[in-house]
């Protein structure tokens, strides 16, 4: 809801105050309580707003109106395929979003990097596409990355540039926890092909939890991540949080909400 709340401030949209934003979001899973899938099925939720002022010459002036819901949708398990170390291709010219840009969750963000997602499906047989540009290594189309070599996990800052993710968020926190050092810091392409053949890389996000890369794919080269499969990190942190948000574990951080009746 805050990165909700604040990718409506940089769109000039009027979002609700957040107490009415986690009503809706209450609300909008007790009417659907009882057709959630079980674990690790999920409900996935969807708050969305968007601007509806009925003004063609508008184009230069926010929209004074918006439209607010919760789209619900029950969602399979991501991985019932198996949990398929990704091929990654590293594009160090093209950008996902604009520098201040990366950090709002909007629909613009996604269309600006399809072209470059599809592209690399079709050309290399890609998963996805890691965003590096000038050299400076982002995030990829729809998921946070982290790189974990020796005793370090890397990943960059929350600098504007990238979607600050819960998921990050989470495994960043668990990954201190079990002892890894975290350092949140601008890194080169070149650091990272050096160090992930030795090391750990990985996607994180809601839908991905997070899912290993097994092949970065850079200027015609292939480069194994580690032995090509899910490291033993990405294993135990991967674990961790589903059996936090399954449930099985405790919940220290309070990452679970009780569902409110109204
Ligand atoms: C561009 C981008 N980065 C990162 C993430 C991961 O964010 P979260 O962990 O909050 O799902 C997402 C998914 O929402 C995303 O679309």
């Not at 230069?60 to 399979?76: C, Q």
């Not at 010219?93 to 629909?107: L, Y």
């Not at 290594?137 to 790189?147: D, K, P, R, S």
């Not at 990050?168 to 890194?187: P, Q, Y």
Request: proline fraction near 6%.
């Amino acid at each position: 809801m805050e990165r909700m709340t604040n990718s409506a401030a940089q769109l000039l949209l009027e979002i609700p105050d957040r107490e009415t934003l986690d009503r809706a979001l209450h609300m909008a899973v007790a009417a659907v309580v009882d057709e959630i899938p079980h674990y690790p099925g999920a409900l996935y939720l969807r708050p969305t707003l968007f601007g509806t002022e009925e003004d063609i010459g508008a184009a230069a002036r926010p929209s004074s109106k918006v439209r607010f819901y919760v789209l619900t949708s029950p969602v399979g398990d991501y991985f019932a395929g198996g949990l398929k170390p990704l091929r990654v291709k590293v594009d160090d010219q093209a950008m996902r979003s604009t520098p201040n840009f990366g950090a709002v969750k909007t629909g613009g963000n996604y269309a600006a990097a399809m072209r470059q997602v599809v592209r690399a499906q079709r050309e290399l047989g890609a998963d996805q596409v890691l965003f590096a540009p000038g050299g400076e290594v982002q995030e990829t189309g729809a998921a946070n990355f982290i790189l974990i070599e020796g005793d370090e996990l890397l990943t960059k800052p929350l600098d504007g540039s990238i979607l600050p993710g819960v998921t990050r968020d989470c495994i960043l926190t668990l990954a201190r926890e079990a002892g890894l050092k975290v350092s949140e810091r601008n890194f080169t392409v070149e650091e990272l092909l050096e160090r992930a053949p030795r090391g750990e890389a990985a996607l994180t996000g809601t839908a991905a939890v997070l899912t290993p890369v097994g092949t970065l794919l850079y200027g015609g080269r292939e480069i194994t991540v580690g032995d090509g499969g899910m490291g033993a990190w990405s294993a135990g942190l991967r674990e961790q949080l589903c059996a936090i948000q399954s449930g099985v574990a405790e919940d220290p951080h309070g990452w679970r909400v009780p569902l409110r009746a109204t």
